[in-house]
């Protein structure tokens, strides 16, 4: 089937706390763009572009990025998808949240047309639900405490702490949220990037008495020897997120043993394809690797849940459901249910578009 449009859409979606920050920055709103293509039968596909600055990718570029990208997808076969991903490679390096979108709309114009879910394009499910890795963004100790209890009293049993590399309000911070959800709650961290590999392998020492099952890039993602050195020292799961950016970088990462794990996520590594082989690589060195946040609109979490239950080594809880701290979602079909997602088992993704955004 040929493919008869090709039509971007500009998305922002404010976040329900303004305040909301992490290490590497803050923003009020997530922007991106919605990719929607139609084949001349009339199946649609939907891809999400996520503009992401610590990622590479700011608003503007990247919908410069989609259009110049149009004319090597538009009136091309909507099923030779290695055909048209290949062209895209060759016509720009890099632009890998633009060609996630495109990616992703491929394929979920290919499952719609075939009228399977989406994983069934990956090997079919090996699971039919993933556990919700919730994120809380950096504020005080107490603050963050209270913000803990309050998504456990909603389900969710797996929590990620932000964290900004002062080890002692860190550290705080940590002790502050184990004790008031207790033992039984599984607890990560995220520095992104904000420690030396000293201080991290001292915060993370002090961290692991409260019991935390992993700490996600603590070191800058240049400093493969310093993310060696905090994995071989510490007795916890160090994983890697920043400084797996691509392929060739998450390849360097297993084969050098640099980490315990990976955080794989599909705007990043440039779509559902690469997802699926960095996948493998992690499999054949032994590396455990997990859907990493999928931060955006319920499109790009259907896209992300439909992996994490085709992908056999998903093996710990993914963050799929930070579309419930977003406003004015353009999608629906997909909500967290005592803190899991069930994968869905209609044709495509199993979303529903709303329809573009109303002009102001």
Not at 37 to 55: C, E, K, L, R, W
Not at 328 to 340: A, P
Request: charge should be negative.
């Amino acid at each position: 089937m040929i493919i008869g449009r090709y039509e971007r859409h500009p998305d922002a979606m404010p976040k329900e706390d303004p305040t909301w920050r992490f290490a590497s920055g803050a923003s009020a709103v997530i922007e991106g763009s919605i990719l929607h293509i139609v084949d001349q039968a009339g199946n649609q596909g939907f891809g999400y572009a996520s503009a992401t600055p610590h990622m590479g990718s700011i608003p503007k570029a990247l919908e410069a990025e989609l259009d110049y990208l149009q004319p090597h997808v538009i009136e091309c076969d909507a099923d030779q998808i290695e055909t048209i991903l290949a062209q895209l490679d060759r016509a720009i390096r890099g632009a890998p949240q633009a060609k996630a979108a495109i990616d992703c709309a491929l394929h979920d114009l290919l499952a719609r047309r075939l009228g399977v879910p989406l994983y069934q394009l990956f090997g079919g499910k090996v699971r039919d639900r993933v556990p919700v890795l919730r994120i809380l963004a950096i504020k005080t100790p107490a603050e963050m405490a209270a913000q803990a209890q309050k998504l456990c009293d909603e389900g969710y049993r797996y929590l990620k702490i932000k964290v900004e590399g002062d080890v002692a309000e860190d550290v705080a911070r940590v002790t502050a949220i184990r004790k008031q959800v207790g033992p039984e709650t599984h607890l990560t961290i995220d520095a992104n990037q904000s420690y030396s590999a000293k201080d991290a392998i001292a915060a993370i020492t002090r961290m692991s008495e409260h019991g935390i099952d992993l700490v996600e890039q603590p070191v800058p993602a240049e400093d493969i020897e310093g993310l060696s050195l905090v994995t071989r020292t510490v007795p916890v799961t160090i994983e890697a997120d920043e400084a797996a950016g691509s392929l060739a970088e998450i390849y360097r990462l297993v084969t050098e043993r640099a980490c315990d794990a990976v955080s794989l996520k599909i705007p990043k590594l440039g779509g559902l394809r690469n997802t699926v082989s960095a996948a493998r690589i992690c499999e054949q060195a032994g590396v455990t690797y997990r859907l990493g946040a999928a931060v955006g609109p319920r499109l790009l979490a259907g896209h992300a849940l439909h992996l994490a239950c085709a992908l056999p080594g998903v093996s710990y809880a993914c963050e799929l459901g930070e579309f419930a701290r977003l406003l004015d979602d353009r999608f629906e079909g997909l909500e967290v249910e005592n803190g899991e997602l069930r994968v869905p088992d209609v044709a495509g993704s199993g979303v529903t578009w709303k329809g573009p955004r109303k002009a102001a």
